[in-house]
């Protein structure tokens, strides 16, 4: 990461957590036919919100499981115990009226795993290392660089600047 994103990141991190601490629930999205990276950096963000802030959390997973990358399903296999993985008709059923939503790994309109569900959300952040463009959801809450390989690093970066100590399983997903 840059100097000039280092220091962008300083102050994303007051926006998310102004976000965070002003949303009921929180539920974190990647991409459809997510890979390690997408399901690593949500993953990151559910940390930083379950540790930080005690908010509740979600990560949205709609792809059916037996269509996942194997990498991905097994991650999935061993943290869903903990973890709440939902698909969208569990969202519909835990859906407020002040949710804030959390992408990672995308930043696309027509990628974004919530479907026309984005409309729902009062408050929209986005974390990615792909460009921008026409597609690109409509909000001034973002952190958006080409400038590093993955969304994990990024979410790494935020977990320095929240103090956040990161949980082994986690930090092998995050580098993964
Ligand atoms: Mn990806």
Same mark, same amino acid.
């Given at each position: 990461?840059? !100097?000039?994103?280092?220091?962008?990141?300083?102050? $994303?991190?007051?926006?998310?957590?102004? !976000?965070?601490?002003?949303?009921?629930?929180?539920?974190?999205?990647?991409?459809?036919?997510?890979?390690?990276?997408?399901?690593?950096?949500?993953?990151?963000?559910?940390?930083?919100?379950?540790?930080?802030?005690?908010?509740?959390?979600?990560?949205? +997973?709609?792809?059916?499981?037996?269509?996942?990358?194997?990498?991905?399903?097994?991650?999935?296999?061993?943290?869903?115990?903990?973890?709440?993985?939902?698909?969208?008709?569990?969202?519909?059923?835990?859906?407020?009226?002040?949710?804030?939503? +959390?992408?990672?790994?995308?930043?696309?309109?027509?990628?974004?795993?919530?479907?026309?569900?984005?409309?729902? $959300?009062?408050?929209?952040?986005?974390?990615?290392?792909?460009?921008?463009?026409?597609?690109?959801?409509?909000?001034?809450?973002?952190?958006?660089?080409?400038?590093?390989?993955?969304?994990?690093?990024?979410?790494?970066?935020? $977990?320095?600047? $929240?103090?956040? !100590?990161?949980?082994?399983?986690?930090?092998?997903?995050?580098?993964?």
């Amino acid at each position: 990461m840059n !100097s000039e994103d280092n220091l962008r990141i300083k102050e $994303f991190k007051g926006v998310l957590e102004d !976000s965070v601490l002003n949303a009921s629930q929180v539920f974190v999205v990647a991409h459809d036919n997510p890979d390690l990276d997408a399901i690593a950096s949500a993953l990151g963000i559910y940390y930083i919100v379950r540790s930080k802030f005690k908010k509740p959390c979600y990560i949205i +997973v709609n792809d059916q499981a037996d269509k996942l990358e194997p990498g991905v399903k097994k991650v999935i296999d061993k943290e869903k115990g903990i973890i709440p993985f939902i698909n969208l008709k569990k969202y519909l059923e835990l859906k407020g009226d002040n949710d804030l939503l +959390v992408t990672t790994d995308v930043n696309k309109v027509n990628r974004v795993s919530v479907g026309e569900h984005l409309a729902n $959300f009062n408050d929209v952040v986005l974390i990615d290392h792909h460009g921008e463009d026409e597609h690109t959801i409509s909000t001034d809450k973002k952190f958006i660089t080409c400038g590093v390989s993955s969304a994990s690093e990024i979410v790494t970066k935020l $977990f320095g600047e $929240f103090r956040s !100590s990161i949980e082994e399983s986690l930090a092998t997903y995050l580098l993964a």
